[in-house]
């Protein structure tokens, strides 16, 4: 795969889009995620890396507060997410705002999670036009758009139980772009996929990337990581241990543990 | 014999067909809005006992607990005298001397709602714990509110999961409503038994009631298989 091309960028640093200060997430006595830093910038294609347990999953799910976290400072699309403090922990203070954030930001699961009970082509209207309120008949011509854009054009009909986990995945994709979002998150999009249907997803990713798209990924795919990412971020035991660009990183020599965790990888691989 | 058989089940002069097909009517009214009022208070006895505030957790376990436990038709009696002493005692208190009976159509339908409301409580309790979190999650990561996630998403599914289960309840609701025979509603079994006595034929309209009973169940029955085949369309199995 060639390297995702970056859009024309203006001069100076592209706009955030989102920042995390100092995020924690405990549960009970588990601490998962131990004060992470993170700012993505439009544009970005960010691949979070680290072992199963590093926090990496728990992380990105703080981004769309599917994980409310335990303390720690979030702004997404330049507005600070609004907590209120719960026990020794938080809670999201205002609803309206988490939820029109969401609608912003598109999530891309490692179990695919269709709406069963949908045709491929339901799932993809299913929020323009009950989150966005937007009419029936532009919603479809969007969202058959959005279908041909994954290759699942001819799908259209068919329930997501008559589908491959490949095919599934790239209309989870369909479904997230439908709603034209500022940024993905993809939680180990291919992790639950047969080895045969990885390269199905990696190549809608990878072409999404290529449009500048602001994506965050989660994953293991270190090949796809190093060719298509702008930036490496490394989670080690709930912290950020190591980031960079993939060439500084996967050269070797920046950093001991990430080299390990990816020589174990490539073995394994 | 056989020929007066069959027009005492009949529609003619002698007949008594049009009363026990009117009974039945009544009968089916009766379940429908039992079996209404028990899909109402079973959501919310099932958000009750999913809730995270204990005490409310507490009070749905007492209410499932409570309906299930005791016999049914101790229910409608209470339910019968309780509601007509109170309303008396309110009547008398505002001037109005007397006995005062609340219509037994109202307060049998209540009493079994209740019952029913307890057994789909567990039902859609059941049926929500069924339900893959990833679904929720999805609408919620599209940025669905509370509403739109329980009616799209939530509800839907729900209810297939719940369906098998509901159909055996509305079996039991369609027989329970024999119990208003007692609070002196005339649905099919206290019209068969009127017909019965009149004619000292007990095991022809006895016999009729129990065929009654069968075919609106059988029907009823075929309708919610074909309500469960529909919403499954897209399992593949």
């Known amino acids: ?269 | 014999m056989k020929a007066s058989s069959l027009a005492l089940v009949g529609f003619g002069v002698d007949g008594w067909g049009r009363l026990l097909l009117m009974a039945a009517g009544l009968t089916l009214a009766a379940a429908l809005c039992s079996f209404a009022i028990g899909a109402m208070l079973g959501t919310a006895g099932a958000v009750l006992k999913l809730s995270s505030v204990a005490t409310l957790r507490w009070i749905g376990t007492f209410y499932t607990t409570v309906f299930r436990g005791i016999p049914e038709i101790l229910v409608v009696y209470l339910f019968y005298f309780g509601g007509s002493l109170a309303l008396t005692h309110l009547m008398h208190l505002a001037g109005f001397p007397g006995f005062f009976s609340l219509p037994s159509f109202v307060i049998g339908v209540l009493a079994i709602g209740l019952v029913s409301g307890a057994y789909q409580t567990e039902t859609y309790r059941s049926a929500y714990l069924r339900l893959e979190r990833g679904q929720v999650e999805a609408g919620l990561a599209c940025g669905m509110g509370r509403v739109v996630l329980l009616w799209r998403i939530i509800a839907p599914q729900t209810l297939r999961f719940a369906l098998p289960a509901l159909g055996n309840i509305w079996q039991s609701v369609l027989k329970e409503t024999a119990l208003l025979s007692i609070i002196g509603l005339v649905e099919l079994l206290r019209q068969s038994t009127i017909a019965a006595g009149a004619t000292r034929q007990p095991l022809l309209f006895y016999g009729t009631a129990a065929c009654v009973y069968l075919v609106m169940g059988q029907v009823t029955g075929i309708g919610i298989r074909s309500v469960e085949r529909h919403l499954s369309r897209y399992r593949g199995r």
């Not at chain 1, 996967?250 to 394994?268: A, L």
């Open chain 1, 1 to 269: 795969m060639q390297p995702a091309q970056s859009p024309p960028m203006p001069s100076g640093p592209a706009p955030s889009v989102i920042t995390a200060q100092k995020l924690t997430k405990r549960y009970g006595a588990l601490e998962v995620l131990r004060g992470v830093d993170l700012e993505a910038h439009e544009g970005e294609v960010i691949s979070i890396l680290g072992a199963s347990g590093s926090g990496k999953s728990t992380f990105l799910r703080c981004l769309n507060l599917l994980e409310v976290p335990t303390s720690g400072d979030l702004t997404v699309l330049g507005e600070r997410v609004r907590f209120r403090p719960k026990g020794d922990g938080l809670r999201i203070a205002d609803h309206g705002q988490v939820n029109r954030l969401r609608s912003q930001v598109g999530m891309v699961f490692q179990n695919f999670c269709l709406w069963s009970h949908r045709t491929v082509l339901q799932n993809v209207m299913e929020a323009p036009i009950h989150v966005q309120g937007r009419n029936r008949h532009e919603v479809r011509d969007e969202a058959e758009a959005a279908l041909a854009r994954v290759g699942m054009a001819d799908r259209a009909g068919y329930y997501p139980s008559q589908l491959s986990g490949g095919q599934q995945q790239r209309v989870a994709i369909a479904r997230a772009i439908v709603m034209q979002p500022r940024v993905l998150l993809f939680d180990e999009p291919t992790s639950a996929l047969d080895p045969e249907l990885v390269g199905e997803v990696l190549k809608v990713m990878h072409d999404l990337a290529a449009e500048g798209r602001t994506m965050l990924i989660v994953t293991h795919e270190m090949a796809f990581a190093r060719d298509v990412s702008s930036r490496i971020v490394f989670l080690e035991q709930g912290r950020v241990r190591a980031q960079g660009t993939p060439q500084a990183l996967f050269r070797g020599g920046m950093d001991e543990r990430f080299d390990q965790f990816v020589s174990h990888f490539m073995r394994q691989g």
